[in-house]
């Protein structure tokens, strides 16, 4: 199958189940993408603050993992708190 | 009729397959870059604070080692993120 077959498929040939299912997909890989690139952001993010000593093994050691993960944790619940917060404030108005 | 709409049904079929897959593919190399990016920036910072004029043997064992550790991290936060995500659906 030669590398252009994928992108001459015209959209208006198929028939409703079949773009359904297209949408259904590209839904989905959108969704993934967005999730991954959460997950660049807060490896990044977290690595700055926990992988702090110097690197001599591949492995992450039994205060870096747990920081890892603590990380994640307490960033999702400071954005639940933001969100809580303003909900609170916007009630004020 | 029938068996004309049939290998019509079958052509549209695989060009969707082709379709789909041409997208996984892209979304795969995209994601690649990204991690390919983020481990440099954050390996080079970490291992090669103050370049020379050669990368050192020391340098190059804890890029690859930053990396393989790097690739762990981004698992664990992956697993964990998505444990929330889902958590908080419920």
Same mark, same amino acid.
Request: net charge neutral; charged share 25%; with cysteine.
């Given at each position: ?14 028939? *409703?189940?079949?773009?359904?299912? %297209? ?10 993408? +967005? !999730? *991954?690139?959460?997950?660049?952001? %807060? ?10 000593? +110097? !690197?001599?093994?591949?492995q992450m050691d039994s205060y870096e993992r747990p920081c890892m993960e603590n990380c994640v944790d307490r960033y999702i619940d400071s954005q639940m708190t933001v969100l809580k917060h303003l909900e609170q404030l916007r009630g004020q108005i | 009729m029938d068996s004309f709409s049939n290998t019509l049904g079958v052509n549209q079929q695989s060009k969707k397959q082709a379709w ?71």
């Amino acid at each position: 199958m030669d590398s252009s077959s994928g992108s001459d498929i015209n959209l208006n040939d198929l028939s *409703q189940n079949d773009k359904r299912e %297209l949408q259904q997909f590209v839904s989905n890989e959108a969704q993934k993408a +967005k !999730i *991954q690139s959460t997950v660049h952001y %807060l490896t990044d993010m977290c690595w700055k603050r926990c992988i702090t000593s +110097k !690197i001599s093994s591949g492995q992450m050691d039994s205060y870096e993992r747990p920081c890892m993960e603590n990380c994640v944790d307490r960033y999702i619940d400071s954005q639940m708190t933001v969100l809580k917060h303003l909900e609170q404030l916007r009630g004020q108005i | 009729m029938d068996s004309f709409s049939n290998t019509l049904g079958v052509n549209q079929q695989s060009k969707k397959q082709a379709w789909m897959d041409k997208i996984r593919q892209e979304a795969a190399v995209e994601q690649a870059r990204a991690l390919i990016d983020k481990v440099s920036d954050n390996c080079f910072e970490k291992c090669v604070p103050k370049p020379g004029s050669t990368l050192t043997s020391g340098e190059t064992t804890c890029i690859n080692q930053c990396m393989e550790k790097y690739m762990s991290a981004w698992n664990v936060v992956s697993r964990k993120y998505i444990e929330r995500i889902q958590a908080k659906d419920v």
